[in-house]
C-alpha cells in the first residue's frame, strides 16, 4: 500500500469551499449572441483546462444565458466591445449558425487582427471562419471551415482545404461541431509549446 504524500499542498477553496484553479494562462473566447456550437467549445475549454489554461468568454450579449445550437445555455463572463487580446494568450471564436453575423461584428474583427498582430494562438471552427477571413487573419493561411464560408476565405486569401481541423502555425481551424476533440487537441498542442 502506497503511502499518503504528506508534502502535498491542499487546495484553495473559495467562500463557497469550491477549488479555487490556478491557471498558466487565459485563452479569450468570442461567442455570438445566439446559436454557438457547444460541442466544440465544451472539448475546446476542457483540453485547455487539463493543461492549466483557463478560458474568459465574452459575447455581445453578456445579459442574458445565449442559447446554443442544441440544448446548452451559456453565460459571458464579459462583454465583447470592452474586450482586448492584452491579458490573454490566445483568441477562440465559437462556431455555429450564430456565428455568421460575427463577420460583421467590429469588436470581434479588432480581437482578431489584435491576436494575429500578438503573434497569439487563434482558433474558430464551422461558420465562426468567415469572422477571421473579414478580419485580414487568413491571408497565405490554410484554413477549414464551414462550406459556406469557402468563398470568402478563398478571397481573404487563405487556401482553403475542407479537412476536418486545419493547422497552420498558430491558427487552428475546424470543419464543424463534430471536430471538437481533434480541434481541442490541436489547440493544446500549441498552447502547451
Do not use: C
Not at 500578438?118 to 477571421?132: D, H
Amino acid at each position: 500500500m502506497a503511502k499518503k504524500d504528506d508534502s502535498a499542498t491542499e487546495a484553495e477553496l473559495d467562500e463557497h469551499g469550491l477549488v479555487v484553479h490556478r491557471y498558466e494562462s487565459t485563452i479569450l473566447v468570442v461567442v455570438p449572441a445566439g446559436g454557438y456550437a457547444e460541442t466544440t467549445l465544451r472539448y475546446a475549454r476542457s483540453a485547455l483546462f487539463n493543461v492549466h489554461v483557463g478560458t474568459f468568454a465574452v459575447s455581445s450579449n453578456d445579459e442574458d444565458l445565449i442559447a446554443g445550437e442544441l440544448q446548452d445555455e451559456f453565460q459571458a463572463d464579459g462583454n465583447l466591445s470592452e474586450a482586448s487580446m492584452g491579458d490573454y494568450a490566445g483568441l477562440l471564436v465559437a462556431g455555429g449558425p450564430g456565428a455568421v453575423e460575427m463577420a460583421e461584428n467590429a469588436d470581434a474583427r479588432r480581437l482578431a487582427s489584435e491576436a494575429q498582430a500578438q503573434g497569439k494562438l487563434i482558433g474558430a471552427w464551422g461558420e465562426a471562419t468567415g469572422l477571421l477571413a473579414a478580419a485580414g487573419v487568413v491571408s497565405r493561411k490554410r484554413v477549414t471551415g464551414h462550406p459556406a464560408m469557402k468563398k470568402a476565405l478563398e478571397a481573404a486569401g487563405a487556401r482553403y482545404t475542407g479537412t476536418q481541423v486545419q493547422k497552420d502555425g498558430k491558427l487552428v481551424t475546424a470543419y464543424d461541431d463534430a471536430a471538437g476533440f481533434r480541434f481541442g487537441k490541436a489547440l493544446v498542442q500549441i498552447v502547451a509549446i
